[in-house]
């Protein structure tokens, strides 16, 4: 695939983004738009890189999965759980990737340097549980399993590196919290209160979570690939 049709799905991806966020109320609009966001992603990522790692096709496509479960949850409870189910792998995909491309650093070093960031996760994470757990009812266990690989794969986007961030490590880490915020503004409107709005907040920081980290990975791969036909 030609590089320069990355800029097309590109385009495609926000462009339907856009339409799925102002147009939630239309039903249609929703279930013709939604299913096709992590495959436009995936398609922009597969023209702009020769060689795409498989672990960020697995997340894309496990998200992509998720995205349609979710659709059908206020039909059935069982399509949140599998939506949940679907975005744990698709946590632990990007948990993965995160690793295998991190710096040559010992992680003593990386979790020294990242204290503070590392504290804040944790501190956040057990301040969302503590309000949701009371209100989940029988979900109590999979809610916690899920929170806990989320608050991990924001962490593991942190410890890619360990001094300074570089561009496509700024937006893997960015990516990777507004995805935290995206799923606690899911889960709050769910168990907690509705949130007004909840779809445009839910999916706007969403889709630009899963661009951010793509478009970082992307850079990552494109600054690996110049090095390696330097040396």
């Not at 049709?5 to 279930?31: C, K, P, Q, W």
């Not at 990386?110 to 504290?119: C, N, S």
């Not at 991990?152 to 700024?170: C, E, Q, Y």
């Not at 979570?209 to 791969?221: D, T």
Request: hydrophobic share 55%; charged share 15%.
């Amino acid at each position: 695939m030609k590089p320069e049709f990355s800029r097309y799905f590109l385009f495609a991806y926000a462009l339907l983004g856009a339409m799925h966020i102002l147009f939630h109320e239309h039903e249609t609009v929703h279930h013709l738009s939604k299913p096709f966001l992590m495959p436009l992603l995936l398609l922009y990522a597969l023209s702009a890189l020769r060689k795409l790692p498989g672990w960020l096709v697995i997340a894309l496509l496990a998200s992509c999965l998720g995205d349609s479960f979710l659709m059908y949850e206020a039909r059935k409870p069982v399509y949140f759980v599998l939506g949940l189910g679907s975005f744990l792998i698709a946590h632990l995909a990007y948990i993965i990737l995160f690793i295998k491309t991190s710096e040559p650093v010992s992680w003593q070093l990386r979790i020294k340097k990242r204290g503070m960031i590392l504290a804040m996760l944790l501190a956040y994470a057990a301040v969302l549980l503590a309000l949701l757990l009371p209100r989940t009812g029988a979900l109590q266990i999979p809610v916690v399993v899920y929170a806990v690989v989320l608050c991990a794969m924001a962490m593991t986007a942190f410890l890619r590196t360990s001094s300074g961030l570089s561009a496509h490590a700024l937006l893997v880490a960015l990516g990777s919290v507004l995805f935290v915020i995206s799923d606690s503004l899911l889960a709050v409107n769910k168990f907690v209160f509705a949130l007004p709005y909840a779809p445009v907040w839910i999916m706007g920081t969403y889709l630009t979570a899963q661009y951010w980290i793509v478009r970082g990975m992307v850079i990552y791969e494109q600054e690996k690939s110049l090095l390696q036909k330097k040396e």
